[in-house]
């Protein structure tokens, strides 16, 4: 006769009624196949109605996460950034906090590091990084001069 499986051998994760799994589990696990995050060698506890442990787990939705905290779907597009994307629909595909255009229903990826600005909505003078009056214009915050607008050239050598 074969022998009994001890109580560390069972799953003990509680169900829905409150009683333990009691599911057999692997040498090298504390969950059965039913309770334990399927991600390679992970080994940690899948949430309650979810497919995956928190460290798999987008905390937007409950899909596997594309790595880091969220998910293809909820993850900004920017290289190597784990930003959740900005919320809003649009086509939003970055994060508010450093890679979407300040210009809330604008999807487009912001020019340059120190403004805040998409191409479109940036201010055309190179080093300026104010908002544009019009797309693709120069801002109003900051009057340039004329030879930042290109309208005047400078003199070149002697």
């Known amino acids: 006769m074969g022998q009994a499986l001890s109580t560390h051998q069972k799953c003990g994760t509680r169900t829905r009624t409150g009683r333990k799994c009691g599911n ?11 309770h334990e995050c399927p991600i390679g ?10 497919s995956f442990c928190l ?16 998910c293809y779907t909820h993850k900004c597009k920017s290289d190597g950034c784990s930003s959740p994307r900005r919320s809003g ?8 906090r450093r890679h979407a255009c300040t210009i809330t229903v604008c999807p487009r990826k912001r020019v340059v590091q ?14 300026c990084g104010a908002e544009a009056r019009a797309e693709g214009g120069i ?3 900051n009057p340039h001069a004329p030879h930042d607008l290109g309208l005047v050239e400078l003199p070149t050598g002697t």
């Open 24 to 34: 057999p589990v692997d040498k090298h696990s504390d969950y059965c196949e039913s």
């Open 114 to 127: 120190w403004s805040t600005y998409c191409r479109m909505h940036k201010c055309s003078v190179q080093s």
């Open 89 to 96: 629909g649009n086509g939003q595909r970055f994060c508010e």
């Open 55 to 70: 460290h798999h787990t987008c905390l937007k939705c409950r899909n596997l996460t594309d790595p880091g905290l969220y």
């Open 139 to 141: 801002c109003a915050a």
């Open 41 to 50: 060698k992970c080994k940690e506890k899948s949430e309650d109605g979810r």
